[in-house]
């Protein structure tokens, strides 16, 4: 058993918006939209008015929230296995359908989603995939173009910019993380499980890594859920916002796949005062923590 501990952020309060049915579609995509909704006609008309200077802000803070989404193991494509990186790739070249096939999610850019494995968990992901047992759980932000979709239909379509995601069985017994589109930060070789993910500005990586890597209270973190849990298995990932001095500023949590709530405290109790270095004022990165145990 063993700890891949790489960066990580305090803890913050919020987590990502769940979108798991065709109403909660509609809620999200509605508070994408480029205008408010369509006020009812017996809405005072100063009332309108007001809502319609505040919706661009409300707007803008909807569009900045992470959300998630799980997709059945129909739709997941395995495109190829990287064993030269460790890395299972999955095609997202084409619309994810999540939320009952309320939301199309279509991922920015090529769209793969790497995870680590080695191979023989790449071909346990293929056989749960063949069998229709895996998920796929993708947390990611809306882009700026919210949805298209008219209203009433049976789903709408977002381009998202996907955060972090994992591979699951149905029955919780295997799991991967990933992210979409990382390559392994330069001097990281030495270093076991999943790296810091830039999502903008600049960060010296190997040294975030470095930096937390030998830290005996978060490695005495990630001992004591594995005495509570030997079996415990999975990574946690937060996004965080950098500030000054390479100072956190504000952290989401992004992913839970260990389902530790004590681990989360304990990490987030020691790093609560800890400056992450190598990192300019402004950047925003993805940071994990993954847990293997036996």
Not at 2 to 29: H, Q, S
Not at 184 to 212: F, N, Q, T
């Amino acid at each position: 058993m063993g700890i891949g501990l790489f960066a990580w952020a305090v803890v913050a309060a919020a987590a990502p918006r769940f979108v798991a049915t065709r109403e909660d579609a509609w809620g999200a995509c509605r508070s994408w939209a480029a205008r408010p909704p369509a006020p009812p006609a017996s809405r005072d008309p100063v009332a309108t008015a007001d809502a319609e200077a505040a919706w661009p802000e409300r707007r803008e803070a909807a569009l900045a929230e992470p959300y998630e989404v799980v997709i059945p193991a129909r739709h997941v494509r395995i495109a190829r296995y990287d064993r030269g990186r460790g890395q299972l790739v999955l095609d997202g070249r084409f619309s994810f359908p999540g939320a009952g096939g309320g939301l199309l999610v279509r991922l920015d850019g090529d769209g793969a989603l790497r995870f680590t494995a080695s191979a023989e968990q790449a071909r346990r992901a293929f056989r749960l995939t063949r069998a229709h047992r895996l998920l796929l759980d993708v947390v990611f932000h809306p882009g700026e173009e919210g949805c298209s979709g008219a209203v009433g239909a049976r789903s709408f379509a977002v381009v998202a910019r996907p955060g972090w995601a994992t591979l699951r069985s149905d029955g919780g017994t295997f799991s991967l993380a990933g992210a979409a589109d990382w390559e392994p930060p330069s001097g990281s070789a030495a270093l076991h499980g999943l790296p810091p993910v830039i999502e903008g500005g600049e960060a010296d990586l190997a040294r975030v890594a470095g930096a937390l890597e030998g830290d005996p209270d978060l490695r005495r973190c990630g001992s004591n859920a594995l005495d509570r849990r030997p079996d415990a298995s999975g990574a946690v990932v937060f996004h965080a916002d950098v500030g000054d001095g390479g100072r956190i500023a504000r952290a989401t949590l992004a992913l839970d796949a260990v389902g530790d709530a004590a681990l989360v405290r304990c990490l987030g109790g020691r790093l609560g005062s800890m400056v992450l270095p190598g990192v300019s004022a402004g950047s925003r990165l993805y940071l994990p923590i993954e847990i293997t145990g036996r």
